[in-house]
């Protein structure tokens, strides 16, 4: 089946209907995020009241309603972000060619150490890296991009236990380690080289099956697609 005819069958296809316990996170996080943006408003009266004298509150309401306000902002930005990998990691399971994207993707975010927020930061990122790489590895790619699936895998596990090494920032040596601080920015150069392979392999790949094409042939030799039928 060529590229065209799926997509001919896809569109023939109704649509799903969105499950409403979805519709209902989303409408709720843009409720919570108007609140948020309200109460910062709101702080930012307070605050310019009691500094000009012009309807004074009590002391610190402004900082204090803004704090709250600043944190609900937060929660939703997170909440957002988290649904984001969620579904991120859904479509990789499902989709050998989207896994390969997907994670290729999310291996670009710069992850600076500066303290222990960004390192815990930095780790939640790895995380989900690493279930994007596990469904990229159980995919089973033929070589060599299953190598490098594999290769990858590895690799951002053993980042992950670099940043949870408690040596990595200790304010007794001045903060962070620069020495372990270096392993992480050579893992950071590291993932990149084998997203741009496994790029770079894509380009041999069967958009139909995900089997890899002989370089001197033109058509997938496990489900029959073609360049020639798809262009």
């Not at 004298?53 to 609900?72: R, V, Y």
């Not at 962070?176 to 920015?185: I, W």
């Not at 993932?191 to 997938?220: F, G, H, N, R, Y």
Request: proline share 5%; aromatic share 6%; hydrophobic share 40%.
């Amino acid at each position: 089946m060529s590229r065209d005819d799926a997509q001919t069958d896809a569109a023939a296809t109704p649509p799903k209907r969105r499950r409403l316990s979805a519709f209902i996170v989303l409408d709720s996080a843009a409720v919570f995020q108007a609140i948020g943006g309200l109460i910062t408003l709101v702080a930012v009266l307070l605050f310019l009241g009691n500094s000009t004298g012009a309807f004074p509150t009590f002391p610190l309401a402004g900082l204090a309603t803004m704090t709250i306000g600043g944190a609900i902002l937060a929660a939703v930005a997170y909440e957002r972000n988290r649904m984001a990998r969620k579904k991120a990691t859904q479509l990789a399971q499902e989709n050998p060619l989207t896994a390969l994207l997907l994670t290729c993707q999310f291996l670009v975010e710069e992850l600076p150490i500066t303290d222990h927020k960004s390192r815990d930061e930095a780790k939640r990122v790895l995380r989900h890296q690493i279930e994007l790489c596990q469904k990229l590895s159980n995919h089973r790619f033929p070589p060599p991009i299953g190598e490098y699936a594999n290769e990858l895998l590895q690799l951002v596990n053993d980042q992950y236990k670099l940043l949870s090494n408690k040596k990595l920032i200790s304010w007794v040596h001045g903060g962070v380690n620069k020495e372990l601080n270096a392993q992480h920015q050579d893992f950071q150069q590291r993932k990149l080289v084998l997203a741009s392979k496994l790029l770079d392999a894509k380009e041999t790949m069967c958009q139909e099956c995900a089997a890899v094409i002989p370089a001197d042939a033109t058509s997938c030799p496990q489900c029959g697609w073609s360049y020639a039928a798809d262009g």
